[in-house]
């Protein structure tokens, strides 16, 4: 069962522009991560947070948690047309990790 | 380089005929485990494995088999394929437990007909 779920599903921005994606999950969790995935290749783990941490810093990406709502949000600030791509959040449950569907984020030049 | 390998990369089989799907990491990573993406549903965790010869179901097992021999290598198994295993299969490894980053391989496309 899909433990995570994101939204918006899809999201279209202006190069430049920041975008903002989140996900909401069910169970408690140990950490919570975030991939993307360029147009059917596979997944690229882009940054984890632990539930005793509240936000992340990777670069241009920002990822908050907010374990008492069950929330996290990605952050992308100054897009580019390479961040065209799928983003997914994902939890760690015993033994395994559950993805949601995913956000589409496109870029426009 | 590190890096998960998957073959074939693209299948096209009819009902019933046995297949596998081979996968390999070369990281002596000890978790791996195959996921299957279909439009809308994002990706649902077929087997997994914590270490050779330990594997189990995972959200959508039925159809599917694994075995894990040995550390590097994780097949995936389809006895008698249908149209509805028809997806995009990914196999992914991780050092430990899956809470660490996972690393994906390319995909397979397979399309049973």
Known sequence: ????????????????????????????INNLQWYRQNSGRGLVHLILIRSNEREKHSGRLRVTL????KSSSLLITASRAADTASYFCATDAPNKLSFGAGTTVTVRA | EAQVTQNPRYLITVTGKKLTVTCSQNMNHEYMSWYRQDP???LRQIYYSMNVEVTDKGDVPEGYKVSRKEKRNFPLILESPSPNQTSLYFCASSLLAPGNEQFFGPGTRLTVL
Not at chain 1, 7 to 20: H, M, R, V, Y
Not at chain 1, 66 to 69: A, C, H, R, V
């Open chain 1, 1 to 28: 069962s899909q433990q995570g779920e994101e939204d918006p599903q899809a999201l279209s921005i202006q190069e430049g522009e920041n975008a903002t994606m989140n996900c909401s999950y069910k169970t408690s």
């Open chain 2, 40 to 42: 809308g549903l994002g």
């Open chain 1, 66 to 69: 907010d374990t008492s709502k």
